[in-house]
């Protein structure tokens, strides 16, 4: 499992691109037939991928959780972002569609991730660590609790929607769901926020090959951006702004862990305190 340190925002303010990257940006946690972890030190959340192809994935506590399994202290929420995906919990088989959710909860052993179909299935997860356990549970895409927010002008239309939340899925700390760009529209988060109780990270999806997503981050005093392509993830410390442009429309899976569970205790950073 490779490890991130938390940096601060004074060495961040003093960054190059190479370190801006090396330290916020995940851009490999897909690779055929292998599950990816990253581990962040910003709230202990664990960013996974997994690409099976032929055979079932087993997912493993790596060696610094010092668990005899991965969800022995923890919790975790699973995207389908390719393909139909078969999730098996100690046994319950879980199919879900892309766009599919599945939240799976501390105590459950055994978690594998298997493609079933010709396109083979692609799962993003988030894993943060968990003082009980809460029934595993599955929502189908666009099951959630819909917010539709922006509007055409600000080039911003999009669609969120929350499926792991206070009044949806339950869970320890884990905040989790799908926002959906629509055509025509580039702009997430924007105004932007921080959340100073809580760690966000942002999976960014459906980005065509010849697309990118200027992706700002950073104290809003002193912001900074990632280029991120396709699939890539970013980590956003509770200090730092989460917001980004695309060059077309996009989609991105954003996960949240800290102090609390309430979507909107977000420290609003108007427009004109950006610099
Ligand atoms: O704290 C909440 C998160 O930043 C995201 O949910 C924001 C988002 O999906 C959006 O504005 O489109
Ligand atoms: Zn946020």
């Not at 917010?147 to 080039?155: F, I, K, P, V």
């Not at 699939?231 to 996960?255: D, M, R």
Request: glycine share 8%; net charge negative.
């Amino acid at each position: 499992m490779e490890n991130r340190h938390s940096v601060s925002m004074a060495e961040t303010s003093r960054m190059n691109t190479e370190e801006l990257r090396a330290n916020f940006l995940v851009p490999n946690l897909f690779v055929d037939d292998e599950i990816i972890l990253v581990h962040s030190h910003e709230d202990r959340v664990i960013l996974g991928g997994a690409a099976p192809i032929d055979e079932p994935l087993w997912l493993q506590a790596p060696e610094e959780v010092r668990a005899d399994y991965f969800l022995q202290g923890r919790e975790m929420g699973v995207f389908v972002i390719r393909g139909t995906g078969v999730v098996t919990t100690d046994g319950d088989r879980h199919e879900l569609p892309k766009g599919g959710c599945l939240y799976i909860g501390r105590g459950v052993r055994d978690i594998s991730f298997a493609s079933e179909h010709d396109e083979k299935a692609l799962f993003y997860f988030f894993s943060a660590p968990a003082h009980t356990s809460y029934p595993t549970a599955s929502v189908l895409p666009g099951q959630g609790d819909i917010r539709e927010l922006g509007d055409q002008e600000h080039a911003n239309r999009r669609t969120l929607n929350r499926y792991i939340h206070e009044d949806g899925i339950q869970s320890c700390q884990i905040v989790m769901g799908l926002t959906q760009l629509h055509s025509g529209s580039m702009w997430n988060t924007m105004p932007a926020h921080t959340h100073d109780r809580r760690t966000e990270c942002y999976l960014y999806l459906d980005v065509p090959d010849d697309a990118r997503v200027v992706h700002l981050m950073g104290d809003p005093n002193e912001t900074r951006h990632l280029i991120v392509a396709n699939n890539e993830a970013i980590i956003s410390p509770s200090w730092s702004i989460h917001s980004g442009v695309g060059t077309q429309a996009y989609s991105f899976i954003w996960a949240m862990a800290g102090e609390n569970k309430s979507f909107d205790d977000m420290d609003h950073q108007p427009i004109d305190t950006l610099l």
